[in-house]
């Protein structure tokens, strides 16, 4: 089944302590993107990859990182997590050759820092 | 700079009756528009997109979306609600002379109620 997966799903966390949310895809797509959904703020895009290596910042990129050594997989790093990143965190993956058009979402990450 | 606005955070409508979700946007050149719904608890699903044509635009599930260079808007609309449409919707919008085929901008969501 073609799909994005993310792991975890829901995860409590302390201020400064380092974690990773990671995503996978296995529709060998080029495009990936990590967003995040906050009430009244609709979804905004942290970070986007064109391919493996390639990386760019989006809306909302402070606090986070990124990286893509592998196309399959775009992990989203929180060095030192503050309470403001506490949000809903969805990774989306679309093909080059359909032109990057329709992006197809993972399940959703809810954090929760404290 | 791209953006897309919303302006109902929600709309209620009675099974069986037409809807309307409105969306307008803002961009410097001709733009790509999308549509997407996203289900308690799930991801976004894509719906429907307007790349160039036809100004009408078919998309999953009996909706469609009409595009309206002038008034800049691309409103979602379906002919008759069912109860099962109700979710959140989101209107994207991406400039396409950017070259960035990553770089989508949501719009803040619109809640769609139908109710018996």
């Known amino acids: 089944e073609a799909q994005v997966t993310q792991n975890p799903r829901y995860l409590i966390t302390v201020t400064g302590k380092k974690l990773t949310v990671t995503c996978s895809q296995n529709m060998n797509h080029e495009y990936m993107s990590w967003y995040r959904q906050d009430p009244g703020l609709g979804l905004r895009q942290i970070y986007y990859?064109?391919?493996?290596?390639?990386?760019d910042k989006g809306d909302v990129p402070e606090g986070y990182k990124v990286s893509r050594k592998e196309k399959r997989n775009f992990p989203l790093i929180l060095e030192s997590p503050s309470p403001n990143q506490t949000s809903l965190y969805f990774c989306?993956?679309?093909?080059?050759?359909?032109?990057?058009?329709?992006?197809?979402f993972g399940p959703g990450t809810r954090l929760t820092v404290l | 700079a791209q953006s897309v606005a919303q302006p109902e955070d929600q709309v209620n409508v009675a099974e069986g009756n037409p809807l309307t979700v409105k969306c307008t946007y803002s961009v410097s050149g001709n733009p790509y528009l999308f549509w997407y719904v996203q289900y308690p608890n799930r991801g976004l699903q894509f719906l429907l997109k307007?790349?160039?044509?036809?100004?009408l635009v078919k998309g999953s599930y009996g909706f469609e979306a009409e595009f309206n260079k002038s008034q800049t808007s691309f409103h979602l609309k379906k002919p008759s609600a069912l109860v099962s449409d109700s979710a959140l919707y989101f209107c994207a919008v991406r400039d396409p002379s950017t070259g960035t085929a990553s770089k989508l901008t949501f719009g803040t969501g619109t809640r769609l109620q139908v109710t018996l």
């Open positions: 989306a993956s679309s093909s080059q050759l359909a032109g990057g058009h329709e992006q197809f």
């Open positions: 307007y790349i160039t044509g036809d100004n």
């Open positions: 990859s064109m391919n493996v290596e390639v990386t």
